[in-house]
């Protein structure tokens, strides 16, 4: 096994290992529960495309204007109002810091290893 491929199965190994922590479960948890509400699933959509308009905007050059920013700032508060959609996205966050954690370990490895 050549060391690229034994770092990839070792991180195969740490993805199976995330899969299985609370953090992850509750994001499973959530997602599932906003597939359930039709209201919660579409405030989630629209956001997103929101945001993917925005995003492909700034992809093309087009730096979003302040009414712009602000609009996607209120359609973000409108959707976490949803008690689904906000279970959702505290979940995505705690998940998220877990994560970078997660990277910090492994950037505090590779400087360990050097």
């Known amino acids: 096994m050549s060391e690229k491929d034994e770092v990839f199965a070792k991180a195969v190994e740490l993805g199976k290992v995330i899969s299985k922590t609370e953090l ?8 599932k529960a906003i597939r359930e509400d039709e209201e919660a699933l579409k405030i989630v ?15 093309l050059g087009n730096k979003p204007t302040e009414k712009q920013i602000k ?34 370990k492994i950037q505090e490895g ?5």
């Open 71 to 104: 609009k996607l700032e209120e359609a973000e508060q409108e959707a976490i109002r949803n008690p689904k959609v906000k279970a959702y996205y505290d979940a995505h966050v705690k998940f998220h810091e877990f994560v970078q954690e997660v990277n910090a």
């Open 45 to 59: 959509k629209d956001f997103q495309a929101l945001q993917n308009a925005y995003r492909r905007a700034e992809m």
């Open 24 to 31: 992850h479960q509750k994001i499973k948890e959530a997602e």
């Open 110 to 114: 590779i400087k360990e290893g050097d």
